[in-house]
């Protein structure tokens, strides 16, 4: 809720009651079922034959000597007496009418929307959360905060070199797509100058980005860094649940491992000493493997919330026992204030911990759908190119009847041919690698930073 905001969570928490009520409590299923509305049932073939006076061959050989290899259709007097019958409109009904008019593949993917809204809202909470950093006057959070952004942009600007034999970003192939699909539109506009500057402008965005992402994922790894080494402390008595912490603390260099080609996807391409090729798992059963890793990772730092959360409010018992350690005297309320501050700041620990979470899930499900790929190990289907691009590059884009058509054309051939299948399996494939490696870098500095500075 302090992700979506409480009016999103209301609506959502809505339209899934509404669809958990649906098969039970239907107001459309009220309106055009409930016996009051009827439709015509049309004739049957056999009645229409009897009124045309033809009969139906009775089996192929009659329809060979009648000179019919396939059964034809036949026609009848429009004056012909047919009766039409009746019969209440039923739930079946509506349904076959619905997925004629509509069908499932026209149908918009709600999914998409929902995701992108979460991102969204995701950002809103690390710009919110960023700002109170900014605001204090001391501390020094916020020369931390552009610190960590100037390093990140070189860094992002260094990831977007490296080769695709080495990291498989797939940044290459999908700026590759983006100019061949792009080039002919530009080129019938005369625009084909402008294709270098998109790719620079996709590059220097994409830098921009990182830096301000990992600006965004500071703090929050600072704090994980805390709270894990206090909550290993914590469950000393518990092996089993340092194993997951150590695990959730290791799941972003897990999904950087998962995206460097040379130790994931070779790796299950191994060639045995006799010299035979074979390969553990295709192209496309390791893409959906990666997909279901990336959701098992997000679902083992969820499931260690809790220990972590637990060992922030215990920074309150950890401050009064050092003030104990502390010669002199000191205000009563001062001492309640070093309490209740810690509890007052749960809700933005655990934004920070949480929001990234969010992010890189709903990064990763928008890679499974935009990305065309699949959940399972069949084959993805093949990614089709849209009508208005397909039309452009054939050159069978006629003369608009209104200017407005024309521009509106121009406009989605365009946004088709930039925003392609395999240009966004780049893009998300980058947020998320990038992700995960922001909260590596900052974690292991901030265990760093507790360890040897923060405590000495």
């Known amino acids: 809720m302090a992700v979506l905001g409480v009016q999103l969570v209301v609506t959502l928490l809505t339209a899934t009651l509404m669809h958990r009520l649906a098969p039970h409590c239907s107001f459309a299923r009220w309106l055009l079922c409930n016996g009051s509305l009827f439709r015509y049932k049309h004739p049957s073939e056999e009645e229409l034959r009897a009124l045309a006076g033809k009969q139906r061959p009775r089996g192929r050989r009659e329809?060979?000597?009648?000179?019919?290899?396939?059964?034809?259709?036949?026609?009848?007097?429009?004056?012909?007496?047919?009766?039409?019958?009746?019969?209440?409109?039923?739930?079946?009904?509506?349904?076959?009418?619905?997925?004629?008019?509509?069908?499932?593949?026209?149908?918009?993917?709600?999914?998409?929307?929902?995701?992108?809204?979460?991102?969204?809202?995701?950002?809103?909470?690390?710009?919110?959360?960023?700002?109170?950093?900014?605001?204090?006057?001391?501390?020094?959070?916020?020369?931390?905060?552009?610190?960590?952004?100037?390093?990140?942009?070189?860094?992002?600007?260094?990831?977007?070199?490296?080769?695709?034999?080495?990291?498989?970003?797939?940044?290459?192939?999908?700026?590759?797509?983006?100019t061949q699909n792009l080039e002919p539109l530009l080129k019938t506009q005369g625009w084909d100058w402008m294709l270098p500057l998109v790719k620079l402008v996709i590059r220097m965005g994409l830098a921009i980005l990182g830096s301000v992402l990992g600006a965004f994922l500071t703090f929050p790894g600072l704090r994980l860094a805390q709270t894990h080494r206090d909550a290993l402390t914590m469950s000393g008595d518990q092996p089993m649940l340092q194993f997951l912490l150590h695990t959730s603390f290791l799941s972003p260099l897990f999904i950087l491992w998962l995206w460097t080609k040379p130790i994931a996807r070779n790796f299950l391409h191994q060639t045995p000493s006799e010299g035979t090729p074979f390969s553990l798992l295709s192209d496309s059963a390791f893409d959906s493997l990666r997909l279901w890793a990336l959701v098992a990772l997000c679902l083992l730092r969820l499931a260690v919330t809790r220990p972590h959360?637990?060992?922030?409010?215990?920074?309150?018992?950890?401050r009064v026992e050092q003030l104990r350690r502390e010669a002199g005297h000191i205000?009563?309320?001062?001492?309640?204030?070093?309490?209740?501050?810690?509890?007052?700041?749960?809700?933005?620990?655990?934004?920070?911990?949480?929001?990234?979470?969010?992010?890189?899930?709903?990064?990763?499900?928008?890679?499974?759908?935009?990305?065309?790929?699949?959940?399972?190990?069949?084959?993805?289907?093949?990614?089709?190119?849209?009508?208005?691009?397909a039309e452009a590059r054939d050159g069978l884009m006629g003369p608009m009847e209104d200017e407005a058509q024309q521009v509106v054309a121009q406009i989605t051939g365009a946004l088709g041919g930039l925003l392609t299948p395999f240009f966004l399996r780049g893009i998300l494939a980058f947020l998320i690698w990038w992700t995960a490696a922001c909260q590596l870098l900052s974690s292991l500095f901030g265990l760093y930073f507790h360890q040897h500075v923060s405590g000495s």
Request: glycine share 6%; aromatic share 12%; proline share 6%.
């Open 63 to 178: 329809r060979w000597a009648n000179g019919y290899g396939e059964e034809k259709t036949f026609c009848v007097p429009c004056d012909a007496p047919f009766q039409l019958e009746t019969c209440p409109l039923t739930a079946v009904d509506a349904l076959e009418a619905y997925y004629y008019v509509l069908g499932p593949a026209r149908e918009t993917n709600i999914a998409i929307f929902w995701c992108l809204l979460t991102i969204a809202f995701s950002v809103k909470v690390f710009l919110t959360v960023t700002q109170l950093y900014f605001s204090a006057e001391e501390g020094g959070e916020r020369s931390v905060c552009l610190t960590f952004a100037f390093l990140f942009l070189l860094l992002a600007m260094l990831i977007q070199v490296v080769p695709e034999e080495t990291l498989e970003l797939g940044l290459e192939p999908g700026m590759a797509s983006m």
């Open 309 to 318: 959360l637990q060992a922030y409010l215990c920074l309150a018992k950890a």
């Open 331 to 389: 205000e009563a309320r001062e001492i309640q204030r070093r309490v209740v501050r810690v509890y007052c700041y749960l809700t933005v620990v655990s934004l920070q911990y949480l929001t990234p979470l969010i992010l890189t899930l709903n990064c990763t499900l928008l890679l499974k759908t935009l990305g065309g790929y699949s959940w399972g190990v069949s084959p993805a289907p093949a990614l089709p190119l849209s009508p208005v691009l």
